[in-house]
């Protein structure tokens, strides 16, 4: 099996709490893997793990058959596993000093050591591409939320990574710029990229999943095809948990 992500017996704890407890989980190549659960579910912290934004104190990542063992793996391996991803931010991390196109060329000027000539270039046919080819010369200050978040998945793309780690996206945006961002997000699938994305958008989920993951309390309740997890889950607790969201968004979880 040709799995871009393997995540093994992955555990990690702040101080006594115990966030993480022996998570497996393999990510095929091209897969778009949607990670759901109630806040406090460890969702984040095992999407920071991969890319050891977050280090677990026990087992291993692998990113395109990259192996890094968590606990005694060296700067120089993360180093060369995190070149093989990029991830998107709740709060877009943009650098607030440098213009949107600036924000997007600094990966590959500082990391990838691109000429900065080649590097503007390449940044500004993919800002055009997500919409955001009239902003290029404004700070993140002078452009919305969903336009700043734009500019970070541009950021992503550029360095042209194995893998894209989303986390909860959306979340910081108001309602009517959502769509926007989704749609970006939808584009990007078309790439055929792997993709891991922590989100509460149940229907954008529903719309882009390959593959389903319901966390809580640190561990995997339930995993499986789009179909089976919205429509007929075998867990309990997978199914209070969709039937209580889709319920507050004003849907039937089967719809």
Do not use: W
């Amino acid at each position: 099996m040709n799995y871009m992500v393997q995540l093994n017996n992955i555990h990690k704890s702040f101080g006594k709490s115990e966030i993480l407890k022996g998570i497996n989980m393999n990510v095929k190549k091209g897969e778009i893997v949607v990670i759901l659960g109630p806040s406090g579910s460890g969702k984040t912290t095992l999407l920071r793990c991969i890319n050891f934004l977050e280090r677990a104190d026990l087992g291993s990542v692998t990113v395109d058959n990259f192996e890094v063992d968590c606990k005694d793996g060296s700067k120089k391996d993360i180093r060369k596993l995190r070149c093989k991803t990029a991830m998107v931010f709740q709060l877009y991390n943009l650098f607030r000093n440098k213009t949107i196109l600036e924000n997007v060329m600094e990966g590959l000027v500082v990391v990838k050591k691109v000429p900065k000539a080649e590097a503007r270039e390449k940044s500004i046919e993919l800002l055009q591409g997500v919409g955001l080819g009239d902003k290029l010369h404004n700070y993140p200050s002078q452009v919305s939320g969903g336009q700043q978040q734009r500019a970070g998945i541009a950021r992503a793309l550029i360095l042209n990574p194995e893998v894209i780690l989303f986390d909860e996206p959306t979340s910081a945006l108001d309602p009517e710029l959502v769509g926007e961002v989704l749609n970006t997000i939808k584009e990007v699938a078309k790439t055929g990229i792997t993709m891991v994305v922590v989100t509460h958008e149940i229907a954008f989920a529903k719309e882009i999943a390959t593959h389903v993951v319901f966390m809580e309390n640190g561990v995997i309740v339930e995993e499986g095809l789009p179909g089976k997890i919205f429509n007929n889950p075998k867990k309990l607790r997978t199914k209070q948990f969709l039937s209580r969201i889709m319920k507050e968004e004003g849907k039937s979880v089967y719809s």
